[in-house]
Nanobody, 121 residues
Framework: QVQLVESGGGLVQPGGSLRLSCAAS????????MGWYRQAPGKQRGMVAN???????DYAGSVKGRFTISRDNAKNTLYLQMNSLKPEDTAVYYC???????????????WGQGTQVTVSA
């Protein structure tokens, strides 16, 4: 089993910055992708940023140039640095891993519990 715990959310003024963290624990054999998603009230959950197979990165168009995804393998932690925040970035942010827990096993999708980010004056 894989556990993901997000932290770092909060209330910030427009133009401000936040860094989200996602600490992973449990038995992980191989990670296919890791990323951040967000869901605003009344809207579907959507991809914010992704690291695919440890190499390529993908960003939603609305956050390109403002958000940066990174990871610290030694700490088993995924980060999302968010700069120049806008009110429309307000949402619950979720960490997601697509991972195998055993050799040759299936890929499962794991989610954290989410962390609230509110951008408001």
């Amino acid at each position: 089993q894989v556990q993901l715990v997000e932290s770092g959310g909060g209330l910030v003024q427009p133009g401000g910055s936040l860094r989200l963290s996602c600490a992973a624990s449990g038995s992980i054999f191989n990670i296919d992708s890791m990323g951040w998603y967000r869901q605003a009230p009344g809207k579907q959950r959507g991809m914010v940023a992704n690291i695919i197979r440890g190499v390529s990165q993908d960003y939603a168009g609305s956050v390109k140039g403002r958000f940066t995804i990174s990871r610290d393998n030694a700490k088993n932690t995924l980060y999302l640095q968010m700069n120049s925040l806008k009110p429309e970035d307000t949402a619950v942010y979720y960490c997601n891993y697509l991972a195998r827990t055993v050799v040759g096993g299936p890929i499962f999708s794991y989610w954290g519990q989410g962390t609230q980010v509110t951008v408001s004056a």
